[in-house]
């Protein structure tokens, strides 16, 4: 089992700029690739960026390119969304997830693992 807890959610201007991290406890953080997913009110979950094991390799969807950085410490058992340039749309709760395997994925199907979510704001 893999424990999962998110922070640094909260409220904030557009334009502004916000770091989510996604504490990870219970098994060898470095054996799982890591994902971070939203989801809106009325909407369905859907996939934002994502890190492989050894944190060389990143997916981003399009909507987030050049404005989201998703990183990972290892010897903290950490991983990171650094949210820059925020719009009203990326308004969502944010969940981080965990998956065993070496990459990351963007199918939500494909991670074993999930937090409990953080809420983020972006008022116009």
């Known amino acids: 089992q893999v424990q999962l807890v998110e922070s640094g959610g909260g409220l904030v201007q557009a334009g502004g700029s916000l770091r989510l991290s996604c504490a990870a406890s219970g098994r060898t953080f470095s054996n799982y690739a890591m994902g971070w997913f939203r989801q809106a009110p009325g909407k369905e979950r859907e996939f934002v960026a994502a890190i492989s094991r050894s944190g060389g390799s990143t997916l981003y969807t399009d909507s987030v390119k050049g404005r989201f950085t998703i990183s990972r410490d290892n010897a903290k058992n950490t991983v990171y969304l650094q949210m820059n340039s925020l719009k009203p749309e990326d308004t969502a709760v944010y969940y981080c997830?965990?998956?065993?395997?070496?990459?990351?994925?963007?199918?939500?199907?494909?991670?074993?693992?999930w937090g409990q979510g953080t809420q983020v704001t972006a008022s116009s």
């Open positions: 997830a965990a998956r065993i395997g070496s990459l990351g994925a963007t199918g939500s199907q494909l991670y074993d693992y």
